[in-house]
């Protein structure tokens, strides 16, 4: 795809605490667009909450400082619904209560306007992802791997200027796992998305190809 | 486990003989409610079917007025209360703001829908606290010339049903947000852009909204037939359907009773029907929702509605409070004129004065209270014991629910007339267990809600680990699963006592007017306007429940003092 806007995820001294606990950090790194940057740690370091606060929804039992910018614009007092950043988990989140092509829908940036172009929009999605003639099926009846493939396109279609993974491979199996992460990163890559990618296995890490960091265990002070 | 089998081979009757101990008296009921409605009841002279009933009924001039009433002031409330949770929970739901509410709204659950009404009234009478604190100060010290309670539109009644049904639901509404995983799903919506109450109202109400369904049938249900309630802040002339009714079925002239029976199947109709429509509606409503969705507007900031839903939510929770605390300062008044706030003087004169009477009504309505919840808790526990040993699926799912809600789901006035005739045909009404048993009509539905959550999370492994080391499942239940669930079950307990002393009309029909609790001699009060005995009787309808709620909290906590592991237990 071209004419998408380029950017780059900053963040620029960021730590975290979790009560008398810091957690990580300060950390600085630069994300640039189509770029895959990886985060390893042990359970507990932080990797998923540094995630949450990059989209807004940290718990507030934690406390972050430092600073976090998309294309240069600081992210700290935007709502979550305003930072368009996605985020895929572990579980697919697919909402049980609409049909696939309905997900679709619910991310699908309102700017595509009238009926038909929105159809398009997702018939192609569903196309990209080898998904034709699913949209009406009821997502508990997708393999794992169609459910995978969805969440992406849903997360894709809502036009997002960063991507975080949390982990969103380790509950695939290992067959699966490779194809889905190919998946995955070429679309992150053809979207010029700045990405994160939070796991724990360093096949992930191998595959995403880029930089990868080590966050250290919580030190207690 | 055939031995487990074998043991647990009593215990297999114990469903169905719960549901025919209580869903019996409710066909019966209605049924012997039917035949009057179509002139048969041959204690009073009625040998042939005819619809002279009917024909009476709807010669009545003030019926029309009635109907309405019943439907504006039940549909109104009901959609209120729903609005007003819901929409707290979509702006608030991730906020400790629902936290602090929780600890506000457990008093308010355990009052009786009377106690709650009264203070309704006392806080927006003329000469009220509201007027007191806000107008005299404006306007001098004579009381403004209003109708606010018992207004013609049944305004009052709307509040009063608000100020009771919201917390209800917001209970419910907090127990199915906990039950279903949907804070990643709505964080998700908001990463595509949608607003924190559009992504709620999207995402997890569509999937909340069923386990709340039969909650709020069973308040529409109540609103729509409340008597207690009616008759403290709603219009005496005419009256709501169901207070109309409860007249007639008190009338001496015994002629009466058939036209209202008629009425009593026509309130049942009215309930069915505005179900119905309820259910029709959400069709609607989702079909629209959906086309909205499938848009993909994403909504604004949502900070004004954020603010609304806030201090609605506030303003119902604070107004119940301050009535109730109205009520205990007239319990407790001596001189209070007109525009002082606070009563000039003390005086325990009402409690002194009316203490023998009183005490012989609390007596009676506690023993009523503790032999209703205890049969319920019973019921339950043996009930919910034989799901779990023949491992299927307990009552709380699907069918199982709807049967148990039924009594809930079923105008009052619509069977007990019913079950009144046949106490009389054994010759048990008028006596306190046929009270108590009419109560636990409504009071098992609570009970078994209320432990079957404890009892589905208690970690069954336990179970298995005592089978593994050689114990009966008889020895394990008396064991362990009875001290492990001490709480909840004294909880349960506490419930159903609340749901005891709160009831009136079941009091009404099956005590034969010869058995008078708390809650009936209240609601007859309010005639008589006599604000410190109303209040010493709002009062005392507080603390019962209140000494349960507080009985569930100590015992438990004495028992296992040296048990660090049963403090945060269930």
């Known amino acids: 795809m071209t004419g998408m806007p380029a950017n780059t995820l900053e963040l620029r001294g960021v730590s975290l605490r979790l009560g008398p606990r810091a957690l990580f950090g300060p950390l600085d790194l630069t994300v640039a667009p189509g ?86 929009a997702i018939a192609a999605a569903l196309d990209d992802a080898g998904l034709d003639g699913y949209g009406e099926r009821d997502p508990a009846t997708l393999s794992g791997g169609q459910r995978a493939r969805v969440a992406l396109m849903r997360t894709l279609l809502a036009r997002p200027r960063a991507l975080l993974l949390d982990e969103p491979f380790s509950r695939l199996d290992a067959g699966l796992r490779d194809r889905i992460r190919r998946f995955v990163f070429d679309h992150a890559r053809a979207h010029a998305l700045p990405t994160l990618l939070v796991t724990h296995d360093a096949e992930d890490a191998r595959a995403a190809g880029g930089t990868v960091l080590e966050l250290g265990a919580p030190q207690a002070d | 486990m055939t031995a487990v089998q074998r043991r647990g081979g009593l215990l297999r009757f114990v469903p169905p003989f719960t549901l025919a101990l209580f869903l019996g008296p409710l066909f019966a009921g209605l049924l012997w409610t039917l035949g009057p409605a179509f002139g048969y009841l041959p204690a ?54 629902i936290a602090r509410l929780r600890r506000l709204i457990a008093p308010l659950l355990s009052v009786p829908h009377a106690a709650l009404a009264f203070g309704l009234a006392f806080l927006i009478a003329p000469s009220g606290w509201l007027f007191r604190l806000f107008w005299a100060p404006l306007a001098g010290p004579v009381p403004p010339d209003l109708t606010i309670v018992q207004d013609p539109l049944g305004l009052a009644l709307i509040g009063g049903l608000v100020l009771k049904e919201v917390p209800f639901l917001f209970l419910i509404m907090l127990a ?57 802040l709603g219009p005496a002339t005419p009256p709501p359907l169901a207070v109309l009714l409860v007249r007639w079925f008190n009338d001496p002239d015994l002629a009466f009773r058939f036209q209202a029976s008629a009425g009593a199947i026509l309130q049942l109709l009215l309930v069915a029907g505005t179900v119905l429509l309820w259910l029709g509606a959400e069709r609607v409503i989702v079909r629209a929702a959906r086309r909205r969705l499938m848009a ?171 089978l593994a080391l050689g114990r009966s499942p008889a020895a394990l239940f008396w064991r362990l699963r009875l001290p492990l669930l001490l709480r909840p079950i004294l909880v349960a307990g506490a419930i159903g006592i609340a749901v005891s002393v709160g009831e009136y009309l079941p009091t009404l029909f099956a005590g034969a007017g010869r058995v008078t609790t708390v809650t009936t001699e209240a609601v ?31 015992i438990p906590a004495w028992c296992f003092r040296r048990r660090r592991g049963m403090r945060t237990a269930a």
């Open chain 2, 296 to 466: 993909g507007r994403r909504g604004g900031t949502g900070r004004f509605g954020a603010m609304l839903s806030a201090g609605t939510a506030i303003t119902v929770f604070g107004t119940a409070t301050a009535g109730l605390a109205t009520m205990a300062l007239w319990a407790g008044a001596g001189r209070w004129r007109y525009p002082d706030p606070l009563p000039s003087d003390w005086s325990l004169d009402a409690a002194v004065r009316h203490g023998p009477a009183l005490g012989g009504h609390v007596a009676t309505t506690a023993g009523i209270a503790i032999a209703a919840a205890g049969a319920a808790l019973v019921l339950a526990l043996a009930s919910l014991e034989a799901g779990q040993r023949r491992t299927t699926a307990n009552a709380n799912g699907g069918r199982g629910l709807v049967l148990l809600y039924l009594p809930l789901l079923v105008p009052q006035v619509a069977f007990l007339f019913g079950i009144q005739i046949l106490l009389v045909q054994a010759g048990a009404d008028g006596t306190w267990p046929a009270v108590a048993w009419s109560h636990l009509l409504f009071v098992l539905p609570y009970v078994f809600l209320a432990l079957g959550g404890a009892y589905r999370d208690l970690d069954p492994r336990y179970f298995r680990t005592g």
């Open chain 1, 35 to 120: 770029d895959v940057v990886t985060l390893m740690g042990p359970s507990g370091c932080g990797k998923s909450s540094l995630l949450a606060l990059i989209c807004g929804t940290l718990d507030p039992a934690f406390r972050a400082s430092g600073e976090i910018a998309l294309d240069g614009r600081p992210l700290r007092d935007l709502a979550p619904e305003r930072r368009r950043v996605g985020i895929l988990f572990q579980d697919d989140l697919l909402f049980p209560h609409l049909s696939v092509a309905d997900n679709l829908a619910f991310g699908l940036d309102p700017a595509v306007r009238g009926r038909k172009a929105r159809a398009a």
């Open chain 2, 524 to 554: 007859g009060l309010a005639a008589g306007g006599d604000r410190r005995l109303i209040g010493l009787y709002a009062v005392v309808q507080m603390i019962l429940p209140g000494l349960a709620f507080l009985a569930a909290l100590i």
């Open chain 2, 44 to 97: 009073l002279g009625g040998e042939r079917l005819s619809l002279a009933p009917w024909q009476a009924l709807f010669a009545y001039p003030g019926l029309g007025n009635a109907v309405g009433l019943s439907l504006g002031t039940g549909l109104t409330a009901t959609l209120l209360s729903v609005a007003i949770v819901t929409a707290l929970f979509a702006h608030w739901h991730d906020s400790r703001l």
């Open chain 2, 176 to 232: 199915a947000s906990g039950q279903t995983a949907t804070a990643g799903q709505v964080a998700q919506a908001r990463g595509f852009g949608y607003g924190k109450a559009r992504a709620w109202c999207a995402v997890a109400f569509p999937q909340l909204y069923p386990q709340l369904r039969l909650p709020v049938f069973a308040v529409l249900t109540y609103a729509m037939s409340t008597v207690d309630m009616a008759i403290i």
